[in-house]
């Protein structure tokens, strides 16, 4: 799941209701489960734009219409206006993914590129582990740009995972896979493996927030752990909420310093970045000219990143303590 921040557009406020019949939209099977969604219009001021449930046909639509009015329902559901669909919890206006239909593998929203600045630091990861699916935009990304990856994604709900074939996001194969399960048990899991992933995407948040399992400690001990002295560890944070302030000490804490937090946007989201590859100077001076074409390629832009990690470097070493000589 990903970020509450982002806000749907005014028009697409729940403002009446008035239900119409499931449609069929070129998009294939439903969801993993073959069930069907149940499309409910004019729930916004935009007569174009459907909230899709996840529920037969024949379910009784006027009630399913006051449970997402009351804010009740509670299960992932889909917004969606011809050009654009998105997965949201709750009719408040916000987002947890989104996708543009005519471009299913592109990154929408501004705080999944900056996550994708981990390429910066590692390039040419071989394994990437990912907590939190919502409508996948990372997955594809990484399924499509970086084939030689191998990705896994564990998602605590089935619900969000059933929706899966509405963003287009691959079935699982040899480079890909999918686990239904608790994100913070299954890094807990890998403690004693003996192949670890070189990057840590965590972007998990339900109707409540944050998960409860990722905002405790022990996650991120694990998750430091697991990644080793090379690893990358981004996590997705939703700036305007009164705990990130924890959520960031508590990971600069494990991790140490650089802890690198970039704010995105207007949307309230704060991406942060830790690992002991951000304290490499090396590393950081070439990053800014590292394979201009790659980015360029991957539509990506990291002018943000690699300025806030020298600049830190460049702090800490001006705190640095001077060193004795000894022949004095």
């Not at 998602?155 to 691959?170: C, G, Q, S, Y």
């Not at 802890?259 to 207007?266: A, D, E, N």
Request: some cysteine.
């Amino acid at each position: 799941m990903t970020r509450r921040s982002d806000r749907l557009p005014q028009r697409k406020r729940m403002t009446r209701l008035n239900v119409t019949s499931s449609q069929q939209d070129g998009w294939g099977s439903m969801s993993q489960r073959n069930e069907d969604l149940l499309s409910l219009g004019g729930l916004t001021t935009d007569p174009g734009t459907l909230v899709r449930v996840l529920e037969p046909t024949a379910a009784a639509s006027a009630v399913l219409c006051q449970r997402l009015m009351a804010g009740t329902y509670d299960k992932p559901f889909l917004v969606e206006d011809g050009k654009h669909r998105a997965m949201c919890f709750t009719i408040d206006g916000s987002v947890q993914s989104e996708m543009r239909i005519d471009d299913p593998d592109a990154l929408v929203n501004d705080y999944t590129r900056k996550m994708m600045a981990f390429l910066l630091f590692c390039p040419e990861p071989r394994r990437i582990l990912m907590i939190g699916l919502g409508g996948g935009s990372l997955v594809k990304f990484c399924n499509r740009r970086l084939p030689s990856t191998h990705v896994t994604v564990v998602e605590i709900d089935a619900n969000v995972i059933a929706l899966r074939t509405h963003f287009k996001i691959p079935p699982d194969g040899t480079d890909l896979r999918v686990i239904h399960g608790d994100g913070a048990r299954y890094v807990a899991g890998l403690t004693d493996a003996r192949e670890f992933p070189d990057v840590l995407l965590v972007d998990a948040y339900d109707r409540d927030g944050i998960s409860r399992s990722i905002a405790e400690p022990e996650f991120i001990e694990n998750s430091r752990r697991i990644l080793g002295d090379g690893g990358v560890f981004v996590m997705n944070l939703a700036a305007h909420e009164s705990d990130s302030t924890l959520h960031m000490e508590r990971i600069r804490k494990v991790f140490g310093d650089p802890v690198i937090p970039v704010t995105v946007g207007w949307g309230g989201n704060m991406v942060v970045f830790a690992g002991a590859a951000f304290a490499r100077p090396a590393a950081t001076g070439g990053c800014c000219r590292e394979r201009p074409s790659r980015r360029e390629n991957l539509d990506l832009d990291f002018r943000i990143l690699p300025g806030l990690v020298r600049k830190h470097l460049q702090q800490a070493q001006y705190e640095r303590p001077a060193q004795l000589d000894p022949a004095q």
